[in-house]
């Protein structure tokens, strides 16, 4: 018995739950959109809406005039005739970034074949960004338009609806019996009536969506911006997060024709009385604009709001543009005339003048058929943290304080527009049309009347760079992005050429270091080849376990220029490894430029040797090397004919019989260079030793040998990613100038071979005489400047707004340093302000400062037996910003002697 009286209780439980779940207490929640057709929404008045993904351009250092052409275009579309009730709404929505950078980083590495301790530091450096974003977030944005088109008017719509009551009616007498029927006449009626789009036969619905559809066809073909139409379950997922706040999962969409979704999206209560809704467990604000800007509204007039580093908390920025029928809203203007004449012109009020004489404005524009009558609303939703009791509510609203006072400030300071915060009664009453899809041609009293020249700038339509989408390096920018990095993506950047500009600590040898690491952290097989001059990478590469070559006289490792990785499979040299060649002979010989003729002897001489000694090699063979000497002795029994020629000949003879048998230039290439390695640096300042003429083309052969380094074939025929590095090209320019001639040549090749060249140097002036070097290199990554930096201006077709970005760098030491980034040429170049930051680890292994060089070679004294990564954590640990950063010179040594 005991247990029938607890089944009995507990199925009464189950049928009163039921019963709640079909049946909630409160007032339900309504929505306009009642389903979903095709790929568009429809709404209970019959109307139907498509959302599309903008592409915006990242153009906010183009051009101006570049812009201008964009609003001009965008205002063109909005011009032409669209049926009356139209509404074209643009939204510009911001969260802050949950990690998307830093996992696509992630992912984006290579499973195998990376190097480990670059790896471990690279990790180093994303567990650095993830927690500096936990403080001040970074933001990710996305731009949607959304287009609602009325429905066709149905053909006798009283006809319909008793239809639609009548067929109701017989269902519910079929399913539930007469009396019952009788009893909910009220509710069928009032379901019917309200459901009148949802039990819409098929063929009208495909009437409408035709209807609609040549609409959203002429929107496309005439928008100026990059549109994609949202698919259905697109559509249906941005409509569903928008009603539900705390929703973390997304329901299956519904196949059933007429599937009334609003049980779906009215699921979250929508409530509250001060000047914040409670949407969920979110709290909501809205900003409007009250005051439009002036007349004259720049192209840039939005970037006070989507270009700011604070603005970081989720937010949307809204533009709807609604198109009446103009004949009656032209009546609405003439009304508003007159009343502000009634109203203030009897009494001098210089505010009913300006007023007056705006309004008489517009009414010029539209006199004519020139211009179209264009409400706008302009307005900012602005979401909270999710509160789940009261102290997380008081945090969060008290950040959507600060937040919408920022916007306010951001609004203002367009010239000529005013904005405030909705009082709560007006938040009630615009919060629901405010919500995704939900875009409403009815008038709510925040529309500015205007021609569609005067607002479109008020659409937000450009954003930052959104980056590499398999990148190895990551780079925050000063609007709050963090974007990726891959200067092997050949879609986005062609260029093989690298170069960093950058005055002295302007951080430039530092972020070419740091992507040399990150390459190897990330690639499969990638090698990193480097000329260095002052030790700038040594601490890096003796914590990363490469060879740091510095040419000594008494330690013989010939680099022979004869020498190129095919050699050893028999196949012919390239134009370019000639000229290599025949630029060293030239300096030995000290033959120049305009010597034509022992150029040519000297280029005819290098062809027969490598004729006669490359068909010697072959797979399976040893390799066999052409040297200086077997040149000597080819350019001793050439046939030349000419008298003139053959004296020409023995001068040359006679100036190179002097390195014959030289152990570092007429030699084959020592075999240490043959094994392998990940990272490889030539430091060119130990050449000093050598006597000029050898220090000279050893110079030019280290060079060559680094600028022709490409990655080692793999097993499948691919090449593996090379980086070549030039550091201080300026004190290159000065050494050896001849060095860009290496450049010259072999810089071309890097798409073909799958390596870059990257060059650091001061200013631009360092590198402008070679112009193949400056014609290539579009990919620039300009850092803080010194004096004039015009020419670099004038190079990369920068916009003055990109050079004013210049002006205004910043370099923090220990902190981080800022670049302006400019990759490309023309309408698609991307100019970015990128900030490099590093962790306290990655600090201490590239600081090239002096005195934390000194620290580090002090901590190293203290304990010998340390590696170099546990000097450079423990210095991390002790002085995470380094030393220069909180103003000392010099370490605490107690602190080394708590330690030991």
Known sequence: ?????????????????????????????????????????????????????VDAPATMFADDSLIDIRYDDLARMLAFEKPAGTVIQFRYSTIPDPGYALINLISSRAEEGTHTMASLLQAANLEFLGSSAKLVPYRRSVLTMWVRVPGKKRINSTMSAL??????????????????????????YRRTADDAVVRRTLEEEKRNYNHANRVWRQIENSSPLMLRRFT?????EAVFLGHSQNASAIPILPERPGRDLRDYLCGETIEGELNYLMHGEHPVAIVSMFTPPNEFVTADALRTLIGRRDFNSRHTIVTEYLFPEQRKETKRLDRRIKQVKRTFTRRDNPEGA??????????DEVAGARESLLPARFYVVLYGERARNFAELKQSVDTLDEQCERTVSAIRQIPGANAEREEPEALRALYSSAIAGELSPKLTGRELTEVSNSVAALTPTEDSWYGASRPHT???????????????DRNQIPSPLIQIIAAP????????????????????????NAVDIGETLLPLITVLGGRYIRPQPDEVRAINIWSYPDLKDGEPPDDIQKALVVGDLKMLARVGDDDKTAEDIISAVVTQVYENIVSQNGPGRPLFEPVLSHFIAQLKTYPFDSAMVRERRETLVLALSNYIGHPWLDAPTHPDYEAKSPFDVFELGSLRDFPRDIKLSLAYRIAAHVARSIGRKRADGTRAPTANLFDEMWEIKEEYPFIFKVLQHAGRKGPKENSITILATHAFEDIEDVASLSKTGNVLFIGKQLGDYSKIVAHAKLSPNGAEAINHIKTAPGRFSQFVMVIGTGPDQVVEVV????????????????DERNARSRVLAYYPNWSDMQVHAWLADHYPRGLTAIGLREIDESLLEVAA
């Open 1 to 53: 018995m005991e247990f029938t009286l607890a089944y009995d209780e507990l199925e009464k439980q189950f049928t009163s739950r039921a019963r709640a779940l079909r049946h909630p207490s409160g007032r339900r929640r309504d929505s306009s959109i009642v389903g979903i057709y095709k790929d568009a929404l429809r709404h209970k008045d019959g109307s139907l809406t498509v959302a599309y993904d």
């Open 163 to 188: 239809s639609d009551f009548k067929h109701a009616m017989r269902e519910h007498v079929k399913a539930n019996g007469v009396i019952t029927a009788l009893r909910r006449l009220p509710e069928i």
């Open 232 to 236: 259905r379950q697109e559509i249906w």
């Open 354 to 363: 300006a007023a007056l004489r705006s309004l008489r404005a517009v009414r």
């Open 474 to 488: 990551l780079l925050a920018t000063v609007t709050g992005r963090l974007i990726g990095i891959d200067l092997f």
């Open 505 to 528: 600590r302007g951080g430039k040898s530092i972020l070419m270091a740091q992507l040399a690491c990150d390459i190897l952290a990330s690639l499969c097989d990638a090698s990193i």
């Open 835 to 850: 900030q490099h930051e590093l962790s306290p680890l990655m600090l201490w292994t590239l600081t090239t400062n002096a």
